[in-house]
């Protein structure tokens, strides 16, 4: 069970099962949000898809193909972070987080995209982590700006939202840059 107090407001757990209904009531809450950006909203009608979505979280973590966790501050559930399309060949990964809309604008997705980055380079021995984001998306592309990530251009039509082929902003770190940029942070 991966666990991990990033400091006295914000932890990453891994989500299971008990999470589902939480985690479900912070979705449909925000369904309005979230739809803006997030192309599985629609099909997340009830707390059954939740667990199946947790479900799906919980056997590619058992083969090693990523994690999901839920973030909590102060000991709320406030949203989700994850590392997937992980890739032991290339030893890569990429980052998706979303969180509920009134925890928005105190770091706490800076925090858990830091921890969740550290994570992958200094526990999984991963070479390189990649964010994208829809181009219009500002407060995310804020995070891998903030962080350091490196922008590489633009994945035109890349992402079907709702009906409409969206472009993403690709960002990437790789290891020994994320290290590097540790001895500042
Ligand atoms: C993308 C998303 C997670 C960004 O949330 P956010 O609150 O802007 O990001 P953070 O939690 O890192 O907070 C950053 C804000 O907190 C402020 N802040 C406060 N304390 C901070 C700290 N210790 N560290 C960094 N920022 C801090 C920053 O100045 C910034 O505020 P600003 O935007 O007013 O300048 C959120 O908007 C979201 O879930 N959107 C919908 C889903 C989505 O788009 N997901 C991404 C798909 S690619």
Known sequence: MFKYKIDSEVELKMLGMQEAEALFRLT??????????????D???TSEDTRLFIEGTRK????GLGIATGIEYRGELCGVIDLHGLSWTNRKTAVG???????????IMTRACRAIVDYAVHELKLHRIEICAGIHNVRSRAIPERL????EG?????QLLYGRYIDLA???VLADEWSESARSR
């Open 148 to 151: 350091g990530f490196q922008l």
């Open 60 to 63: 590619r973590w058992a083969k």
């Open 154 to 158: 633009i994945a035109r039509g890349a």
């Open 170 to 172: 690709v960002y990437s």
């Open 97 to 107: 987080y979303w969180l509920g809309a009134s925890f928005q604008g105190n770091g």
């Open 43 to 45: 099909e997340t009608k």
């Open 28 to 41: 449909d809450a925000n369904r309005q949000y979230l739809r803006e950006w997030m192309p599985w909203i």
